[in-house]
């Protein structure tokens, strides 16, 4: 049917954060494609699918993910969702917290979203004076 209402972007990447939460790779490797490519947050480098549910299996950890905001936007079978997440965890036995800034890219697929790209960007605190506190 083609009337028929396509699952909520927004509801697709709520999938993806509880399965990074709850490292549920069966989860992670349905809701992303085959040539999904992650740009790390950390590092800036790019993890693909493969890599990501390795990392999970054996180092990656999230003890909290929050979505703080997000904006979807739409465009016929693609979707581009911006927001803002606080997390923390640990990474190869080392504890980490964050908030960032990211981007995220779905194609859908029959009646459900699937996650094809994935950016972020830390966020670093800035002193009075604008610049970054980490660096200065």
């Not at 009337?3 to 709520?14: F, L, V």
């Not at 399965?19 to 989860?27: F, I, K, N, Y």
């Amino acid at each position: 049917n083609r009337h028929m209402r396509k699952q909520d972007p927004g509801a697709a990447e709520q999938e993806f954060f509880t399965a990074l939460v709850e490292a549920d790779q069966e989860a992670l490797d349905r809701l992303l494609t085959d040539d999904f490519v992650l740009i790390d947050v950390l590092t800036g480098s790019e993890v693909s699918k493969t890599a990501l549910l390795e990392v999970f299996s054996r180092e990656l950890r999230f003890e909290e993910l929050n979505r703080i905001d997000f904006t979807a936007r739409v465009y016929g079978s693609v979707a581009v969702i911006t927001g803002q997440a606080e997390m923390s965890g640990s990474l190869n036995g080392r504890r980490f917290e964050l908030n960032s800034r990211y981007m995220h890219v779905l194609v859908a697929r029959g009646d459900r979203w699937y996650m094809v790209a994935a950016q972020g960007t830390q966020i670093v605190a800035r002193s009075a004076n604008g610049l970054t506190e980490r660096n200065w």
